[in-house]
C-alpha cells in the first residue's frame, strides 16, 4: 500500500469515527503502528488532522461540512475517479471545482497529492502548487488551509442543501478569471441532451466553469450515464475528459468516444 492510499484511508477512518488510534488502524490496514505515526505526523503537518496522545482526531470544521455532506453512495468509486482526475492535473494548473461529492474527493485526493510531494521534498510550509477556482463552501473550507493551494471562491448566495454560491455575484467572479482545467461533477449524463444537474441555478455555474476553462473535465460515477435531469449544463462536445468507475456501460463508453470524449475508466 502506498502512502496516498494509507493517507486516504487513514482519512476515510477518520471521516466515519471523528477519531482513530494508532494500534486500531494499524491492524486495519495490516502495517506498524510505526508507519501509522509517521503517516499522522505527516499527516498532521498538512493540516489534515489533529494528533492526539495515541492517535488522532479530526481537523475541526475542515471536517464537519464534507462529513454532513458526504455521501454513503459509491464512495469507493468515487475515491477512484478522484485519484485518476489529480493525475491529469499538473502543478501550477488552474483548477475550477464545483461542488458535489465527487468534486470533494477530488479535492481530498489534490490536497494528499500535494501535501505528499511536499513531504517527500521536506516543504512543509511551501508555497502554492495548484490555484483552485471554487463555488463549494465545503471545498474552499478544505483547502484554505493547506499551503499548497492559493483558494479563490466565488460570491453569491449559498444553498445550504449543496454549500454551493449561487447566482450573479457569482458569475461576476468567473467572467473574471481563466481555468486550464474545469473539473465537473454532475447529476446526468444524457448522449443527446449532454450533461445535468437538479438545479438551474448550479447549472449556470457549471456552465460558466466549463466556458472559461482550457480543458473540462467530468468526474461522475457510472449510476449517473444515461441519466436526464431537469437542468442542462452543456452539451458533451464542451467535454474532453470523461473519468468514470468500471461499471460504465459498453455502449455508452463508444457513444461517449465517438463524441470525442476520452473515457477513464477506474
Avoid at 26 to 36: K, L, Q, R
Avoid at 44 to 54: N, P
Avoid at 113 to 141: D, K, M
Wanted: proline share 3%.
Amino acid at each position: 500500500m502506498s502512502k496516498q492510499e494509507r493517507w486516504s484511508k487513514l482519512l476515510e477512518l477518520l471521516a466515519v469515527d471523528g477519531k482513530l488510534e494508532v494500534e486500531g488502524a494499524a491492524a486495519t490496514m495490516s502495517v506498524s503502528p510505526a508507519t501509522i505515526r509517521r503517516d499522522l505526523d505527516e499527516l498532521a503537518e498538512q493540516q489534515l488532522l489533529v494528533r492526539t496522545r495515541g492517535g488522532a482526531i479530526a481537523h475541526g470544521v475542515s471536517y464537519e461540512l464534507p462529513l454532513r455532506y458526504k455521501s454513503s453512495r459509491q464512495v469507493s468509486e468515487k475515491q477512484r475517479i478522484a485519484s485518476a482526475v489529480a493525475d491529469l492535473l499538473t502543478p501550477g494548473d488552474v483548477v475550477g471545482l464545483n461542488g458535489g461529492t465527487t468534486t470533494t474527493e477530488v479535492a481530498r485526493a489534490l490536497t494528499l497529492r500535494a501535501g505528499g510531494e511536499a513531504a517527500e521534498r521536506g516543504e512543509s510550509g511551501s508555497g502554492p502548487r495548484y490555484t483552485v477556482v471554487t463555488n463549494a463552501l465545503n471545498i474552499a473550507s478544505e483547502l484554505a488551509v493547506r499551503p499548497q493551494f492559493k483558494i479563490v471562491v466565488t460570491g453569491g448566495v449559498a444553498r445550504p442543501q449543496t454549500y454551493e454560491l449561487v447566482g450573479p455575484l457569482t458569475q461576476g467572479v468567473l467572467n473574471q478569471v481563466v481555468l486550464d482545467v474545469a473539473v465537473l461533477g454532475v447529476d446526468g449524463v444524457d448522449p443527446q441532451l449532454g450533461v445535468m444537474t437538479h438545479h438551474e441555478d448550479e447549472a449556470g455555474i457549471s456552465r460558466l466553469l466549463a466556458e472559461r476553462a482550457r480543458k473540462v473535465v467530468l468526474a461522475t460515477d457510472s449510476s449517473k450515464m444515461g441519466k436526464r435531469t431537469f437542468a442542462r449544463i452543456c452539451g458533451l462536445d464542451r467535454i474532453d475528459v470523461l473519468v468514470t468507475d468500471s461499471g460504465l456501460a459498453p455502449d455508452m463508453a463508444a457513444r461517449l468516444t465517438e463524441a470525442g470524449i476520452e473515457v477513464i475508466s477506474v
